[in-house]
């Protein structure tokens, strides 16, 4: 019973991932319930579940690091900007 309330709540986690529009909100939501599927997939020894879900934990961790970095350099090119505007 509690294995499948865990494969419950991965499911309810990918699913309301994609109610939200911030795209870093499903990412973390999708990589969240993906890792639970791990878990499961652990649990239930699902093999192809394991391999799966862990693709998509790494996929949404490097995207998440990938947004984290464009974020950072758009932040440091408008900090530049308002600096020479300023001189």
Same mark, same amino acid.
């Given at each position: 019973m509690? *294995?499948?309330a865990?494969g *419950? !709540?991965? +499911?309810i986690?990918?699913?309301?991932a994609?109610m939200?529009?911030?795209? /870093?909100?499903? /990412?973390?939501? $999708? ?5 639970l599927?791990? !878990?499961?997939?652990?649990? *239930?020894?699902s093999f192809?579940n394991?391999?799966l879900?862990?693709?998509?934990v ?6 998440l690091?990938?947004? +984290?970095?464009?974020k950072n350099?758009?932040s440091?090119? +408008? $900090?530049?900007s308002?600096?020479?505007? /300023?001189q």
């Open positions: 509690l *294995i499948e865990l *419950i !709540l991965a +499911s986690l990918i699913i309301c994609f939200f529009k911030d795209i /870093r909100i499903i /990412r973390i939501l $999708d990589a969240i319930g993906a890792a599927y791990i !878990l499961y997939g652990v649990l *239930i020894h192809p394991i391999l879900n862990l693709f998509l790494i996929i949404q961790i490097y995207h690091i990938k947004l +984290s970095k464009e350099s758009c440091q090119d +408008s $900090d530049k308002e600096l020479k505007n /300023r």
